[in-house]
């Protein structure tokens, strides 16, 4: 059993940054691929950033491309998203998410078998 825990969620005005946290324990994480998601009001979930444990291949959403940076520090078990330059529209709850398969990087919620509680991140303008 996979067990997240995010943090580092936040009021902050645009321009400024945030750092996320996802701490992870249960089974060795290191085949597996994390991903951060994030839901606004009224909008799906949305794969922003993820990262193969493995060999630290990523892929991030375009609108948050050269703003966002997803890293893992394999010692503390835990996944970290670097926030800069945040823009209002990256108002959401950030999630991090586990999946557990073997092979390239999933960027479908339905991939992804374990979650945490979510950390609210909020913009202003």
């Known amino acids: 059993q996979v067990q997240l825990v995010e943090s580092g969620g936040g009021l902050v005005q645009a321009g400024g940054s945030l750092r996320l946290s996802c701490a992870a324990s249960?089974?060795?994480?290191?085949?597996?691929?994390m991903g951060w998601f994030r839901q606004a009001t009224g909008k799906e979930r949305e794969l922003v950033a993820a990262?193969?444990?493995?060999?630290?291949?990523?892929t991030y959403v375009d609108s948050v491309k050269g703003r966002f940076t997803i890293s893992r520090d394999n010692a503390k078990n835990t996944v970290y998203l670097q926030m800069n330059m945040l823009k209002p529209e990256d108002t959401a709850v950030y999630y991090c998410?586990?999946?557990?398969?073997?092979?390239?990087?999933?960027?479908?919620?339905?991939?992804?078998?374990?979650w945490g509680q979510g950390t609210q991140v909020t913009v202003s303008s």
């Open positions: 998410a586990a999946d557990l398969s073997l092979g390239s990087i999933p960027t479908m919620m339905a991939a992804y078998e374990y």
């Open positions: 249960g089974p060795t994480l290191r085949r597996y691929t």
């Open positions: 990262i193969r444990w493995s060999d630290g291949a990523t």
